[in-house]
C-alpha cells in the first residue's frame, strides 16, 4: 500500500517557539492531504485539508494564522505551529487519500508535540 | 449534526475468542464506512472499507457488516491473538468531496 512518512515524530520545544511538522508521500503523489488533531482517547478531529498549489481549507475553529499549512509539492505538506504554547501540545497526524480515490486513507506516524 | 458512537469502554476477549466491536451513527448517509486500527503513539492503519449497497465484506479473520437501516456497523475478529490489542477506529466517508469522520475508537485487549 501507499506509505505517507510524518516527521518528527516527537518535539519538544519552549512556549512562543514555532514549530515545522512534514508529511510526505513516499511513494505517490498526493494532491490533497489532511491535518488532524488527535486527544487522549478521543476521535482525530480534522483540522485542515491541504491542497497542493492553493490555500488550505480550514475546519470551523481552528485559527489559519496558528497553524500554517504549506502543500509546494505532490509529496510534501507541512504544519507550522506558531508561536507554540502548553495549550497546543497534542498529537498532530496527517494522511493523504489513495492514488486511486477509493476512500482509503493513508495515515503518517504521527507527531506528538509538547510545549513547555 | 453528524454523530458516530463507539463503545468507549475497552473490549477485554480472551485468545481464540471472537471479538465484535460496534460503530453507530446518526445524521449522516455515508457512502461508505472504514475501519482502521491505531497502536498507541502511531497513526492509524486502513483495514477495510465496505460500501453502502455491501452488506459484509471479509478479510482474512475480519469481518464488517453494514446496516444502514439500523445506521450501524460490526467489526468482529475471529480467532482473536494477543496481536490484536489496538484501538479501533470506525470512520465514515462520502462521495463529491465528503470528509471522512472518526469515532473515537474502541481499546480491545486480547490476552493470552
Known amino acids: 500500500g501507499a506509505v505517507v512518512s510524518q516527521h518528527p515524530s516527537w518535539v519538544i520545544c519552549k512556549s512562543g517557539t514555532s514549530v515545522k511538522i512534514e508529511c510526505r508521500s513516499l511513494?505517490?503523489?498526493?494532491?490533497?492531504m489532511f491535518w488532524y488533531r488527535q486527544f487522549p482517547k478521543q476521535s482525530l478531529m480534522l483540522m485542515a485539508t491541504s491542497n497542493e498549489g492553493s490555500k488550505a481549507t480550514y475546519e470551523q475553529g481552528v485559527e489559519k494564522d496558528k497553524f500554517l499549512i504549506n502543500h509546494a509539492s505532490l509529496t510534501l505538506s507541512t504544519l507550522t505551529v506558531t508561536s507554540a504554547h502548553p495549550e497546543d501540545s497534542s498529537f498532530y497526524i496527517c494522511?493523504?487519500?489513495?492514488?486511486?480515490?477509493?476512500?482509503?486513507?493513508?495515515f503518517g506516524e504521527g507527531s506528538r508535540l509538547t510545549v513547555l | 449534526s453528524q454523530k458516530i458512537e463507539q463503545n468507549s469502554e475497552a473490549l477485554n476477549i480472551q485468545e481464540g475468542k471472537t471479538a465484535t466491536l460496534t460503530c453507530n451513527y446518526t445524521?449522516?448517509?455515508?457512502?461508505?464506512l472504514q475501519w482502521y486500527r491505531q497502536d498507541p503513539g502511531r497513526g492509524p492503519v486502513f483495514l477495510l472499507l465496505?460500501?453502502?449497497?455491501?452488506k459484509e465484506k471479509r478479510k482474512e479473520r475480519l469481518k464488517v457488516t453494514f446496516d444502514t437501516t439500523l445506521k450501524q456497523s460490526l467489526f468482529h475478529i475471529t480467532a482473536s491473538q494477543p496481536a490484536d490489542s489496538a484501538t479501533y477506529l470506525c470512520?465514515?466517508?462520502?462521495?463529491?468531496?465528503?470528509?471522512?469522520?472518526f469515532g473515537a475508537g474502541t481499546r480491545l485487549f486480547v490476552k493470552a
Open positions: 470512520a465514515l466517508g462520502g462521495t463529491g468531496g465528503f470528509k471522512t469522520i
Open positions: 445524521n449522516y448517509s455515508p457512502a461508505y
Open positions: 511513494d505517490f503523489q498526493a494532491t490533497t
Open positions: 494522511s493523504a487519500r489513495a492514488p486511486v480515490d477509493t476512500g482509503e486513507l493513508f
Open positions: 465496505i460500501r453502502e449497497n455491501e
